[in-house]
């Protein structure tokens, strides 16, 4: 059936093109549907690590001073 109708057609290289650009564009959506999220949850979890290492420090930072503050006052108040 493709040989007829690439004896009718005349063009085989058009027919070859179109079925490879066909593949081509199940390929990127296959590509746009896995792949990238799967990208992005990564980048998110780095994100997320991120944050929370931010988060956390500024949660140290914050509870030392406020531990420092605390003997200083304690100390001046003597």
């Known amino acids: 059936m493709i040989l007829l109708h690439l004896l009718i057609e005349g063009k085989p290289m058009n027919f ?6 066909r593949v081509l564009q199940s390929l990127d959506l296959v ?5 990238l ?4 949850e990564v980048q998110l979890q780095f994100y997320h690590r991120f944050l929370n ?3 956390l420090s500024f949660t140290i930072y914050n509870s030392t001073q406020f531990c420092l503050n605390k003997i200083m006052l304690t ?3 003597k």
């Open 31 to 35: 590509i746009v549907l896995v792949l």
């Open 53 to 55: 290492f931010v988060i």
């Open 16 to 21: 070859f093109l179109k079925k490879a650009g």
């Open 75 to 77: 100390y001046e108040y």
């Open 37 to 40: 999220p799967l990208y992005f």
